[in-house]
């Protein structure tokens, strides 16, 4: 056996074992979703008929108020999104084709903002919000959001935006388009794979989120998924069952999201960052 065939079998091996490292955690959430809580305790890693159930899901139902906390956190997701995707895309606009000091030093300040850490801006972020009068409110939880996914759409927006031929938007202006028809009619159809990548990024983020929803919004009155799944763990007992049936079910939408956005992803993601 060649010295090349012994690298690629142990290349090979090392992979598998690798995926299997990262995926173990997925079937023993998922395996378990199915499972009553002592069972899950006694054997981890496997499941029989006898031990497959129902009840976890039929719980959580109930207990997360499910379509209650979906309707929130969608509410939340589809209008930060929309917030993102236009404020951004616009910013992104400006940013690409206007040649002007004043938006450089504002691209510049929109990158910088990409590194400042989320939970050291919570707290003023938070009184911020209360001082406007939208504490509890969902709206509050949205205008975090979209703040706070903004400054990477308008990254990506304006990377792209720079690498369009600026034939284009001259011929549009010859044929008596104005700004923001040149925008609507030539920019926005090209701008589908930035899209898709902010929407999958920003929106996975804003679907998963347990900190701003546990700080601005009352989990009783106004539940999100997240924050609900987060009730099965106490303090003295945790009822993993329900929560893994709970994380299935709030992990679907954006699962089918992602299917459905997938082709876009990649394309966009490097298509944003060729002249970023």
């Known amino acids: 056996m060649t010295r090349r065939k012994i690298k690629k079998i142990f290349g090979s091996v090392g ?18 979703a199915f499972k009553a809580r002592t069972n899950i305790v006694k054997f981890p890693l496997v499941i029989n008929a006898d031990m497959f159930t129902l009840e976890n899901f039929t719980y959580a139902i109930r207990r997360m108020k499910l379509f209650q906390a979906l309707g929130n956190t969608g509410f939340i997701t589809v209008v930060s999104l929309l917030i993102v995707v236009i404020c951004g895309s616009l910013a992104g606009f400006a940013i690409a084709r206007i040649q002007h000091k004043s938006f450089r030093i504002f691209y510049s300040a929109v990158v910088a903002l990409m590194v400042v850490p989320f939970i050291g801006a919570l707290i003023p972020i938070v009184v911020l919000i209360r001082d406007i009068g ?25 990377g792209f935006m720079r690498s369009l031929p600026k034939e284009l938007e001259e011929a549009a202006y010859i044929d008596g388009c104005g700004t923001l028809r040149v925008y609507g009619n030539i920019f926005l159809p090209l701008l589908k794979p930035v899209t898709a990548t902010c929407c999958i990024r920003a929106g996975i983020g804003i679907w998963n989120d347990y900190l701003v929803s546990s700080s601005l919004l009352n989990s009783v009155r106004q539940p999100t998924l997240m924050v609900a799944i987060y009730s099965f763990f106490g303090q003295y007992v945790s009822e993993y069952g329900y929560a893994f049936a709970g994380i299935i079910m709030a992990s679907l939408p954006i699962i089918i999201m992602f299917v459905f956005l997938q082709k876009y992803f990649i394309k966009g993601l490097v298509a944003g960052a060729v002249k970023g």
Not at 150 to 156: D, E, G, K, N, V
């Open 134 to 158: 939208l504490y509890g409110s969902l709206w509050g939880n949205v205008l975090i959001q979209a703040a706070w996914n903004l400054p990477f759409s308008i990254f990506l927006y304006t």
């Open 15 to 32: 992979l598998f074992a690798a995926t299997a490292v990262f995926w173990l955690p997925i079937y023993y959430f998922v395996i378990g």
